[in-house]
């Protein structure tokens, strides 16, 4: 299905509509309005407001007293990649630690793999995650970890997205595993200037066993020049230096922020960047969950993200990660789904999605349930029972 520019569609009797625009309804920040209507005009919201007071419009569809909210954003996915990491995890479940090594895994399956295996994977997970609601996904590089293959990834993302992030720096090519100064070189120079042109961001995974403060600032800055915008995979599995380096190159996002000192909480509540928590990480690798609670009462702006990847969190959902947020890392319904819509887009530097409002990007979900809460409340029900991305019906 598809829409016309200037069809016009009310999605009416709506018991609950999650605007993230605060001067709308409950002026709460998710801008609530109860007894709703959504009127959408070819790809763009234009009217929002009151159920009995919406304007005429060609199409009709009765919400049936359920709630909707905007389509979910996610801001940070691995979803070029070949291969299945189910002895790992099954390992892992039976007592064994998580470490950036097994990343080689996948580099290997995605090297052998085919262009049209790697297409064929990337819309599998893409598809899985719309029917889940999310309209708007990131995803990166980082499983080729030569020119050829981090180009290749990056084409193939690009053809299904425009929130591509080049990260040649996952972690040092095996092929470099005696000279990762030579690697650092590779991914700041040839490798660089063949997938920039595909890509937006340019990320950087700062950790113990992948890359120090001093490479990711060498990479990130590379990056910059090439006109590529910073974010930064910090602070997940150990402290480092990736939160505040993140912040004081003003990257879109700090993801992951697990372990993180009074010094990181504060950098981040002063700066623009956004802290990107993925729980499904750490629910897939029996880790620390990150203190959400702590960020938002320091006033950072946080997003919920998937992570999505098949070693260390291999959830399409966002729902789910809504449900563990608000269970274990003290975020409140509310916040949760803010974070996993307009953080999201806050993580993008975008303002035409998460949201519901006039001139927005016509990006909505629709909950077989009467509010948004059941997202938390109902964890690992599928409440999503309708997406419109651009203004299209497509689930
Ligand atoms: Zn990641």
Same mark, same amino acid.
């Given at each position: 299905?598809?829409?016309?520019?200037?069809?016009?569609?009310?999605?009416?009797?709506?018991?609950? +509509?999650?605007?993230?625009?605060?001067?709308l309804?409950?002026?709460?920040?998710?801008?609530?309005?109860?007894?709703?209507?959504?009127v959408?005009?070819?790809?763009?919201?234009?009217?929002?407001?009151?159920?009995?007071?919406?304007?005429?419009?060609?199409?009709r569809?009765?919400?049936?007293?359920?709630?909707?909210?905007?389509?979910?954003?996610d801001?940070?996915?691995?979803?070029?990649?070949?291969?299945?990491r189910?002895?790992?995890?099954?390992?892992r479940?039976?007592?064994?630690?998580?470490?950036?090594?097994?990343?080689?895994?996948?580099?290997?399956?995605?090297?052998a793999?085919?262009?049209?295996?790697?297409?064929?994977? !990337?819309?599998?997970?893409?598809?899985?995650?719309?029917?889940?609601?999310?309209?708007t996904?990131?995803?990166?590089?980082?499983?080729?970890?030569?020119v050829?293959?981090?180009?290749?990834?990056?084409?193939?993302?690009?053809?299904?997205?425009?929130? @591509?992030?080049?990260?040649?720096?996952?972690?040092?090519?095996?092929?470099?595993?005696?000279?990762?100064a030579?690697y650092?070189? +590779?991914?700041?120079?040839?490798? !660089?200037d063949?997938? *920039?042109?595909?890509?937006?961001?340019?990320?950087?995974?700062?950790?113990?066993?992948?890359?120090?403060?001093?490479q990711?600032?060498?990479?990130?800055?590379?990056?910059?020049?090439?006109?590529?915008?910073?974010?930064?995979?910090?602070n997940?599995?150990?402290?480092?230096?990736?939160?505040?380096?993140?912040?004081?190159?003003?990257?879109?996002?700090?993801?992951?922020?697990?372990?993180?000192?009074?010094?990181?909480?504060?950098? +981040?509540a002063?700066?623009?960047? @956004? *802290?990107t928590l993925?729980?499904?990480?750490?629910?897939?690798?029996?880790?620390e969950?990150?203190?959400?609670?702590? !960020?938002?009462?320091?006033?950072?702006?946080? *997003?919920?993200?998937?992570?999505?990847?098949?070693?260390?969190?291999?959830?399409?959902?966002?729902?789910?990660?809504?449900?563990?947020?608000?269970?274990?890392?003290?975020?409140t319904?509310?916040?949760?789904?803010?974070?996993?819509?307009?953080?999201?887009?806050?993580?993008?530097?975008?303002?035409d999605?998460?949201?519901?409002?006039?001139?927005?990007?016509?990006? +909505?979900?629709?909950?077989?349930?009467?509010?948004?809460?059941?997202?938390?409340?109902?964890?690992? @029900?599928?409440?999503?029972?309708?997406?419109?991305?651009?203004?299209?019906r497509?689930?």
């Open positions: 299905m598809s829409s016309t520019t200037g069809t016009t569609t009310v999605i009416t009797n709506i018991a609950s +509509l999650v605007t993230n625009d605060p001067s309804g409950d002026g709460s920040p998710l801008g609530l309005i109860q007894d709703a209507a959504v959408i005009e070819g790809d763009r919201i234009a009217w929002t407001g009151d159920s009995r007071k919406a304007p005429a419009t060609d199409n569809v009765d919400a049936g007293g359920r709630a909707v909210i905007p389509g979910f954003v801001s940070h996915s691995h979803l070029v990649f070949a291969g299945d189910t002895q790992e995890f099954n390992a479940m039976s007592g064994r630690g998580y470490t950036a090594g097994g990343i080689r895994t996948t580099v290997a399956a995605t090297r793999a085919s262009d049209e295996d790697l297409e064929r994977n !990337l819309t599998h997970y893409l598809h899985e995650a719309l029917r889940q609601g999310t309209t996904f990131e995803t990166k590089s980082g499983y080729g970890l030569t050829e293959d981090e180009a290749r990834a990056l084409r193939i993302a690009a053809a299904h997205t425009d929130e @591509v992030t080049y990260l040649g720096a996952h972690i040092v090519s095996p092929d470099y595993a005696d000279d990762p030579a650092v070189a +590779l991914v700041t120079g040839e490798m !660089l063949a997938c *920039a042109p595909y890509a937006r961001w340019i990320d950087v995974f700062c950790e113990k066993g992948a890359f120090d403060g001093d990711a600032r060498a990479i990130l800055t590379a990056g910059t020049a090439k006109g590529l915008h910073p974010r930064v995979h910090a997940q599995l150990s402290y480092g230096p990736g939160v505040q380096l993140a912040v004081e190159l003003d990257a879109a996002s700090a993801d992951h922020c697990t372990h993180l000192t009074d010094a990181d909480v504060e950098a +981040l002063n700066g623009r960047t @956004v *802290a993925l729980p499904g990480a750490e629910f897939s690798t029996r880790a969950w990150p203190d959400a609670r702590r !960020l938002l009462d320091a006033g950072v702006t946080v *997003a919920l993200s998937t992570d999505c990847n098949p070693g260390s969190s291999f959830t399409s959902s966002v729902p789910f990660c809504i449900a563990l947020a608000v269970r274990d890392m003290g975020m319904p509310d916040e949760a789904v803010w974070s996993a819509t307009a953080g999201g887009a806050a993580a993008l530097r975008r303002t999605i998460g949201r519901l409002t006039v001139g927005a990007r016509a990006d +909505l979900a629709l909950l077989d349930a009467p509010s948004h809460v059941h997202l938390a409340y109902r964890p690992g @029900v599928p409440l999503v029972t309708g997406v419109w991305r651009r203004g299209a497509e689930v």
